[in-house]
């Protein structure tokens, strides 16, 4: 090997040698720069979730203090209470017959399982003439409480201008709520004296559930004769002349409210009493189709007991028109009598 081959491996010896001790050099540098960016980039992300929690912990404090404001009471009962004489200061308010109203508690639940709220409110159905109902409605609605109206289905009722309304009013039992926390004015915040209001006069004024009338053929008297056939003063009364009014449950004791027709008063039964040839055994608070027109849903009945058997009579219907139940269609209380 000559002097100019030496010199040539020395020098690649050499750049051999400067690379490896540069990577080396690199890898015992470098990593642990590269795990600490790793750690810092690690706690910047923490940080930031923990910041974005922070925030979200803040503000679901103000919707839950802005929340507190807006309920009855901690308290269920309490709660279940004044919910309910709202409902009723609100259907009398309405030009409604308190009356003509059942009212029965739904609840508590939870809503989800990840919270101390309980849910609950009051199933109510009743009749009346189409605008006080929608008035009803809307009063509830405007309602500054914590509620929620839901399942509500509106039904023609048994004269023109009148309809059958059934829906659910529920409401929130917040506890624990924040400390110092003042419960807020619950009335309504509208009347139905609102422009707001009078956006749903159109509902009332072209009677949109009203049922259809085939028109008579020319020459024909113009109306056709009632479904049910008024009941003249002091005329014997017979089981045509009482109708079934309301449903309605009290602290779980059901009540009959029957309406005589002939004397224009309304007469009150609780189970055990006699009815229509029998005894009421109970109400039946079951949503079934409503007998004559499937479409539509009945949501109670009284059952009496005559002799051995079951007899329904629908709400809204006479004594006249009480139905005898199989057995299949009994309440499970009574089938296993």
Known sequence: MNQREKFLALAIGLLVGVFTLFFVAKGVFMKPLRER?????????????????????????DLIKKYSRQIFSDQVDEAGAKSGEMLTRLIVQSGLRESDFSRLPVGPTKPGLTTNALEIGWSIQGEGKLENVIDLLFLLEVSPCL????????STGDAPGRVHAHFRFLTLVLNPVPPETEFGNLEPTLSLYSPERRLYNDLVTRDILRPYIKRPPAGAPGSLPPAVAPVAPGAAPGPESFRIVSLSEWRGEPEIHVRDLTNAKTLRYK???????????????????????????????VIVRIGSEYWAIERGKTLAEKRRLTPAQLPAELSKL
């Open 147 to 154: 509620h929620r109206i839901e399942n509500l289905t509106v």
């Open 271 to 301: 189970p055990g009493d006699p009815l229509a040839g029998g005894t009421i055994v109970m109400v039946d608070y079951r949503p079934l189709p409503s007998p004559g027109n499937e479409v539509l849903k009945s949501f109670s009945r």
């Open 37 to 61: 960016d790793k750690k810092i980039a690690g706690a910047r992300e923490q940080l930031d979730k923990i910041k974005a929690e922070r925030r979200a912990y803040f503000n679901h404090e």
